[in-house]
């Protein structure tokens, strides 16, 4: 079954910068709230939770074209009929205003202000693909008439992906900047702009290094620099000279970059978070170090952006630790598990939190060390980099099965201090099982001093939304009234909820879609509500 649309919405970096972990305060029991069910049905509509004002939810409604599925490249993640529907607090729509976007828009993206937010999108016409940004009022009315951001000419546009350019901004969102990067040679393309679209400048750069094979985690900080991961995708991509940190500074043409893999280890999928009340870039990855011998650790590398130096640890995972997983095979436990977030500290500490995925039957052919390689050789001319959509790392992602079974068993939070030196580390237990990828993995939020990780589980055979909390010193459970065996809504009614995709949208409030057979709900999620283990529609 295809998975759910992506699912943008409002960043939870209000968080970020907040103290962590502060002293708990007694809270009330949680409650679920669902929305009307959706006309369309899941497999056909786009929803993206934008923000909440005062006391209305905006959210953004498109829908596909083909009920049975995309015809083409530029039309896979094509979408029409642009709406934003405002919400109440009880999940009843107040109202709805269609915007006047083009019929078939793709690469949708929002960034939201305190009395505005912006809708970034993409449109083909002819062979001609724009990237575009409107500008909405939080009653759902556009203010003035879309900018063009960026524009290329495409040579043969059904080759292409129905997107190219990217769109990401600082933290203060004060620097928005708009990419694409090409291949055949790599070439990083970037327009730098201000929180009202006037343009900065704008920058052309051709990567002709191995280094430059495979780019990620773009990121840009409060200073308006682009800092982004270059690493070798081919078989050398293990070699230590091959993996990268690279910023491109605000103001010049040309990259500075600084080589952060120690020799010894191999490393895949490293995160970055950006500090930048300490002016720092935080890069996390499990490492190995011997690819036949399973996953040995957590490195970090902490890197000062003012004096342009960094600081490497490494994080050994204990035995006790691996029994504590309840794995099956010692040596080669971890190996199925993958970084889905970190979280900063207001003291410069951070957390980095896992999550172990498994396919039922296992591709063994295809792991951690190999299926990396197989997406970045696509025969495609761009690579689109997607902040909502590719911020988890999953090893079915390239996958065409169909036959298949996703689980998970645990999630693994480490907590560190702001020089990369572990604080604790804790396996905390996630029994998943579901044909829907998109219904594994969880959402951490943060509120009242706690971490609190949202996620569906089996009990009594049957699958609910259930949630832990972990406080300052890796204890678990501290909410007596949240346990993993007490289920937050009712799952009696066939509702299958997915946490991954869950928007916050205030302190301990989120709001994530789920689904009873193919109709398509709202669920609004409030861990501070009088006592109500109910749904409530």
């Not at 006309?39 to 923000?51: F, G, H, S, Y």
């Not at 039309?75 to 915007?99: E, F, R, V, W």
């Not at 003035?144 to 080759?159: E, I, N, Q, R, Y």
């Not at 993995?441 to 990780?453: A, H, M, N, P, W």
Request: glycine share 6%.
């Amino acid at each position: 079954m295809k998975p759910l649309p992506s699912y943008a919405g409002l960043p939870i970096l209000i968080f970020l910068q907040l103290t962590l972990f502060l002293p708990a305060v007694p809270l009330r029991a949680q409650s679920v709230t669902l929305s009307p069910p959706e006309k369309e049905t899941a497999n056909r509509l786009r929803i993206d939770v934008i923000a909440r004002h005062e006391d209305n939810i905006l959210v953004y409604k498109a829908t596909h074209p083909y009920a049975l599925g995309p015809i083409g490249p530029a039309a896979a993640h094509s979408y029409g009929n642009s709406t934003i529907c405002i919400y109440d607090t009880s999940m009843h729509a107040k109202a709805q205003k269609p915007l006047p976007l083009p019929r078939l828009v793709t690469g949708l993206q929002f960034l939201t202000y305190d009395n505005f937010f912006y809708i970034f999108y993409q449109y083909l016409h002819g062979r001609t693909l724009y990237a575009m940004a409107a500008k909405i009022a939080m009653d759902g009315s556009m203010i003035g008439s879309p900018v063009k951001m960026d524009s290329c000419t495409l040579g043969f546009p059904a080759a292409y992906p129905s997107e190219i350019f990217t769109v990401i901004y600082s933290e203060n969102k004060e620097h928005i900047v708009l990419f694409c990067v090409g291949r055949r040679p790599s070439r990083l393309h970037a327009l730098f702009f201000d929180r009202n679209l006037a343009p900065v400048r704008a920058t052309d750069i051709v990567l002709d290094t191995p280094s430059f094979e495979w780019l990620s985690e773009f990121h840009a900080d409060n200073d308006g620099n682009l800092v982004f991961i270059g690493m070798n995708s081919g078989d050398s991509r293990l070699d230590t000279y091959q993996s990268r940190l690279m910023v491109l500074p605000h103001d010049a043409d040309s990259i500075y970059s600084t080589y952060f893999m120690p020799k010894g280890i191999f490393i895949d999928d490293p995160h970055i978070l950006v500090d930048n009340l300490h002016r720092k870039y935080i890069l996390s990855s499990f490492y190995t170090k011997r690819l036949e011998a399973g996953i040995r650790g957590l490195f970090c590398y902490i890197h000062d952006a003012g004096s342009f130096t960094g600081r490497q640890t490494m994080t050994a995972l204990s035995d006790q630790l691996r029994r504590q997983a309840e794995e099956d095979d010692i040596p080669l436990s971890f190996s199925n598990y993958y970084i889905q977030d970190m979280h900063l500290r207001g003291d410069g500490g951070f957390t980095v939190e896992a999550q172990q995925l498994k396919s039922n039957p296992d591709r063994g052919f295809f792991n951690r060390w190999s299926f990396i390689p197989r997406d970045q050789k696509r025969e495609r001319s761009f690579t689109r980099f997607d902040p909502y959509g590719s911020d988890h790392y999953y090893p079915w992602n390239f996958w065409s099965e169909t036959a298949l079974t996703f689980s998970s068993q645990s999630a693994l939070i480490s907590c560190f201090d702001s020089t990369g030196l572990v604080e604790w580390v804790n396996a905390v237990r996630m029994s998943q099982l579901d044909s829907l990828e998109t219904a594994l993995g969880f959402k951490s939020v943060i509120t009242d001093g706690s971490l609190y990780l949202l996620f569906n589980t089996h009990i009594r055979k049957s699958t609910w939304l259930t949630a832990r909390t972990i406080d300052a010193h890796g204890t678990l459970d501290i909410d007596t009234r949240i346990r993993e065996d007490v289920p937050l809504g009712d799952g009696d009614k066939g509702y299958r909820y997915f946490p991954r995709l869950a928007i916050a949208v205030g302190a301990g409030e989120i709001i994530l879609p789920c689904r009873k057979a193919q109709t398509l709900y709202l669920a609004r999620v409030n861990l501070h509500a009088a006592p109500m283990l109910r749904v409530t529609e």
